[in-house]
């Protein structure tokens, strides 16, 4: 291309651009003095320059041009913000517009509009990125198009970047996202963000060296006079959070587990408030459906049988003031049906105010009725068998004609007197243990002493003392 040709290039540039680059085989082959001054190069310096040396990165370059030959193909030219550099290594944004040079293979028109009212825009954005750099999170801001226009030194040093590194780079490759889910996940930022102008959310990101980490994202978009859209991104490095939340994940999960094989529920109550959070199995004991009801201190207190408010009132306050490290509390509460279910309310104050007042109480509660029930029985039997044994023993005269073991029956002591009742009624020394909460080993001892102070040599022998003494009926 001769001199001739470069001076028609020079008059076909649009009108009030500020300088104008005619790419062929990616080399600079002509530029006005006003382009040598935008860019801070003496005069002729930018001639046959490689084209690559006006952008950030080598990456930049290649997606620019992918641009450009994309929308020419399309409709004859290119308009748009882009990133270039200039001879200082500084970063300035121009909008850049591209056109084919008619009867020219492969050379091109570019124009570079830093016009005065784009400067003055320039610079109010410019403090508003001032601002954003100072705060301490990561702050990244991109274009419509994807593209990186702005990032803090915090978000420089969260994705381990140099200084203005990734400018001109895709935001996409911030994203460590590679689950099966990744694109149905960003498909909904995507709506987020067009509905909304807002979005927020936990995310794995990508730094330079590949390693993912997790970040909390706060994304909106803003729009500035006479640019396009930005949008800003605030992000903060939340991996430890993340570890701390799987392992509280873990830990509740071995909890409910033992939970459920004790039939006990969990509970978390806000003192300031009143609202309640409850697993499935407190619903269940106070007759409740968890997908439909709720349950608050309020509610839980008016469940309370009134025999019983009082001193479940005085307890719980007395661990309130931090005067019981836990508390336990045996009281009735009103099952939806209408009948009244024992429950054992077992918790601890997890927070408190500066100044020592409860603001958070967790616990457990148990359905106790059973053991309840059996331990009133196990008391009712142990009443008669007390009594009997003394209506007999003043009763019947001493002699060859006396119950035998009716004497030796006063020495028992009471849990042999219970054990003996429950062995008359048919159970086994397992299954008296576990109504007596003791184990098997301890039971067989009980049995063997109170066979041995009333002659007994067989469970028969024990049950037809029962039978006779008026324990059982014949």
């Given amino acids: 291309m001769d001199l001739s040709t470069q001076g028609r290039l020079c008059e076909k540039a649009p009108a009030g651009s500020a300088g104008s680059v005619d790419f062929s085989d990616w080399a600079v082959l002509w530029a006005n003095e006003e382009m040598h001054r935008l860019f801070g190069y003496a005069a002729t310096e930018l001639i046959d320059r490689p084209s690559r040396a006006l952008f950030a990165d080598q990456a930049s370059f290649e997606r620019f041009w992918q641009d450009v030959l994309h929308q020419i ?13 200039r001879k200082d290594g500084g970063l300035e944004r121009f909008e850049v ?8 293979a492969n050379a091109y028109l570019a124009s570079f509009d830093l016009a005065r009212p784009a400067q003055e825009r ?19 801001v ?35 996202d590679d689950s099966p889910e990744a694109e149905e996940r960003a498909r909904a930022v995507r709506c987020a963000l ?27 978009g803003h729009s500035f006079p006479g640019l396009e859209r930005l949008w800003i991104a605030v992000v903060r490095d939340i991996t430890s959070r993340k570890a701390l939340e799987d392992e509280l994940k873990r830990s509740k999960e071995q909890l409910e587990l033992a939970m459920r094989g004790s039939s006990s529920g969990m509970w978390s109550v806000d003192m300031l408030g009143g609202d309640m959070v409850c697993d499935g199995r407190v619903f269940e004991i106070f007759g409740l459906d968890p997908a439909g009801a709720t349950m608050s201190r309020e509610r839980w207190v008016s469940a309370i ?5 009082n001193f479940a009132t005085a307890v719980f306050r007395q661990h309130l003031k931090g005067e019981t490290p836990i508390f336990q509390i045996e009281h009735r509460v009103r099952h939806t049906e209408g009948h009244w ?3 054992l309310t077992s918790g601890k104050v997890m927070e408190r105010t500066e100044s020592g007042w409860a603001t958070r109480v967790i616990g457990t509660c ?24 003394k209506s007999v023993s003043l009763a019947t005269p001493a002699g060859p004609h006396a119950i035998p073991g009716t004497s030796a029956a006063g020495s028992l002591t009471r849990r042999e007197m219970t054990v003996l009742t429950l062995i008359a009624e048919g159970l086994t020394s397992t299954q008296i243990a576990e109504r007596m909460h003791l184990s098997p080993g301890t039971i067989g001892s009980h049995r063997r002493n109170l066979m041995a102070k009333l002659d007994l040599h067989s469970t028969a022998e024990v049950t037809r003392f029962a039978m006779e003494h008026g324990l059982l009926a014949r």
Avoid: C
């Fill in 142 to 176: 991109y274009s419509d198009a994807g593209r990186i226009v702005y990032t803090n030194g915090a978000a420089d040093a969260l994705f381990g970047y140099g200084a203005n590194e990734l400018l001109g780079q895709e935001v996409s490759h911030l994203n460590g």
């Fill in 122 to 140: 320039r610079r109010n954005l410019a403090d508003q990125l001032q601002v954003l750099g100072a705060i301490s999170d990561g702050v990244v």
């Fill in 73 to 85: 193909g399309t409709r004859n030219y290119f308009k748009g913000p882009v990133m270039h550099r």
């Fill in 305 to 309: 049988h009134p025999d019983d408010l």
């Fill in 97 to 104: 517009g591209v056109t084919p040079v008619e009867g020219v």
């Fill in 366 to 389: 148990q359905d106790i009725s059973l053991q309840k029930r059996l331990s009133q029985e196990t008391e009712n039997l142990l009443i008669r068998l007390q009594s009997v044994i």
């Fill in 194 to 220: 067009g509905d909304q102008g807002i979005w927020q959310g936990d995310s794995v990101a990508r730094r330079r060296d590949g390693s993912r980490f997790w970040i909390n994202s706060t994304i909106s």
């Fill in 341 to 343: 279910v024992w429950i």
